[in-house]
């Protein structure tokens, strides 16, 4: 089927089948554009961990990684640098305070904790749109199929002989529904599994970053 027949067919559907296809195309299409946001951000994401790390544990200065780190604009403070500056900015708070160990390592690992939330809300960004498309394009799709086989049986009722050509219409609409149901919800699913599965190995490597600055911190003088 050509690219002038499917236009055809589009300009012949009903209304309401024209709407679910429009849906269907749109969601599809945002889709996409998330996910090679999300692909680019999580690349990013993981290059920049890995040389901050690099950076944190090759520094004979860490006083002087901080100012560094300090002098950004706290919205450019991300990823493991953002665990770094939190812990190391409440390790400064209490390094006068005549407390335990123990107390120390709990606010700090506190410290952490929020900074670790807020990176899993930046991973997590966009997420909530891919389930939603992997789990409702089906029904949509569904829904504009169960309507074109509803116009096929009319076209096959309002026909004087029951031929291909009375239901061909309704039937091609059905499936042009069905196939775009799946198109639009079988990326979202393998993309949404991918991201998380992303966002969760981040999120690891951020808590066993901040377990080993705890460590660090919790008992530097």
Known sequence: MNELSLLELFAQATLIVKIVVVILIIASIITWLIIVERYLHFQEAENFNNEFETLFWNTKDVDKLFKSTSSK???????????????????????????????????????????????????????????????????????GTVIGIVNAFQGLSDATQATINAVAPGISEALIATALGLFAAIPAVLAFNKFTVSTEAQIKSLSVFGEELVSIFSYSK
Do not use: C, M, W
């Not at 409440?90 to 690992?109: P, R, W």
């Open 73 to 143: 604009d706290q919205s450019e403070i991300v990823g493991i640098e953002r665990i770094f500056y939190y812990s190391y900015k409440e390790n400064l708070k209490l390094k006068d305070l005549k407390i335990d160990a123990k107390t120390k390592s709990e606010n700090i690992s506190r410290s952490i904790r929020i900074a670790i939330s807020k990176e899993e809300g930046i991973h997590t960004k966009h997420l909530q749109y891919l389930a939603n498309v992997g789990s409702v394009s089906p029904y949509i799709g569904l829904f």
